[in-house]
């Protein structure tokens, strides 16, 4: 027979085929396989999308990168600039990026009644789509800027609602703490949540003409320009490409680029950790399954010792018997990789579904488990764990070299 080794392997590998002992090795060591891979793509899904939804919804408040005047704030206070039409069709045109609009943010307190607050006012033009915040609005809409009067409409978190007792409707009054003191009443279109404290305590969306008029700046000046981008991997290209547009205008002097991971370094350095615990994941996973497929191995080698035996006194050489036990190894571990990937892919599809398991936001920034299937991570992660456990099971094979074929025999025979 042309390709004995592989007709082997298939016997063995089918349960008419195995002996009593060797039955239950294969489905363990199948099992094992099995249970290994679902963790890992269940690791992988989880951190991938808990990482991707945190980062949106970072971005969603602050954009992926900042042009704001070089001599002011992150918070950035008091110093506008005022970019030009042209500027702006440059940055609209680098690759990348998908979105450019302007804003303004100034400090204020609000109070309703006995109740006071501190927030961050963030002026937004015609030129937002507020796309992010109609994502999680829970209460109300967000409001239309584009008409030609300054619109009095706000949008506030459900933890400064709680905090001063308002609901959509209400009437909030906004102290700002300059020279003279001033003072705006506003009124609440909307109420979003996005379950990031660390933000939804304190932004607050208004007209940016109402801004404007506080800092008493010319028309078309502003904080910034926030700039969004399709692929957050992409960031620190897109911001080279952004940082030379600024230069070739002669801008670099007074104008300069933050991005989210600066902006919200903390929380990215926490993301950062995430990636630690996935590959401490992925590699003990491996290491479990690699030994549980080399112990299934050696066992299953053993049970076989008078098939090996037999096929030795044949003229069967070592070499071949490697091949044989290496295409068993290819089968358990290919059979037990596809009902690991099905079990996963069934786990994460009830997950993103029907959220049966919840998070407490205060403390992941969202009321569910996150999931995020992606192809090439399945794909990469298969092919990177049929590797390293089919070199981890080239050393066990090795034990057929060892059997003598008349001990095994005669052993056999009394």
Known sequence: ??????????????????GK???PIVKVATLGVAIGMCVMLLSVFIITGFKNEVTNKVMGFSSAINIIAGSSTVEGDEVGIKPT?????????IDGVTDVYDYIQKPAIFKVGKEIHGVLLKGMSSKYNGD?????????????YSSLNTSDSIVISDLIASYLNVK??????????????????????GIYSTGVKEFDSSIVICDLRHLRKLYAWKEHEVTGLSINIDNISNLEKVESNIENVIEDIKWGEFMMLVDLRENSYQIFDWLNLLNMNVWIILILVTIVAG?????????????????????????????????????????????GMLYGNLL????????????????????????????????????A?????????MLMLILPTTLVSKIDPIKIISFGES
């Open 85 to 93: 039409k042209p500027l702006i069709d440059t940055l609209k045109s």
């Open 132 to 144: 992010f915040f109609s994502n999680y609005m829970i209460s109300g809409h967000y409001p239309d």
């Open 1 to 18: 027979m042309a390709n004995l080794e592989f007709y082997l392997a298939k016997r063995i590998l089918n349960s008419e085929g195995s």
């Open 381 to 389: 992660l298969n092919i990177g764990v049929l590797f390293f456990t």
């Open 291 to 335: 030994f549980n497929m080399v112990s299934g191995l050696l066992i299953l080698i053993l049970d076989k010792s008078t098939m090996i035996g037999i096929l030795k006194s044949f003229g069967y050489r070592n070499i071949r018997l490697k091949k044989l036990f290496l295409y068993v190894a290819m089968g358990l571990v290919g059979k």
């Open 21 to 23: 002992s060797a039955g």
């Open 168 to 189: 959509v409707g209400d009437k909030i009054v906004s102290h700002f703490v300059q020279n003279p003191p001033r003072v705006r009443v506003f009124r609440v279109a």
């Open 344 to 379: 996963a892919l069934l786990l994460s599809g009830i997950q993103h579904y029907f959220q049966p398991i919840s998070l407490n936001p205060d403390v992941y920034y969202m009321n569910t488990v996150p999931i995020n299937i992606s192809i090439p991570y399945i794909i």
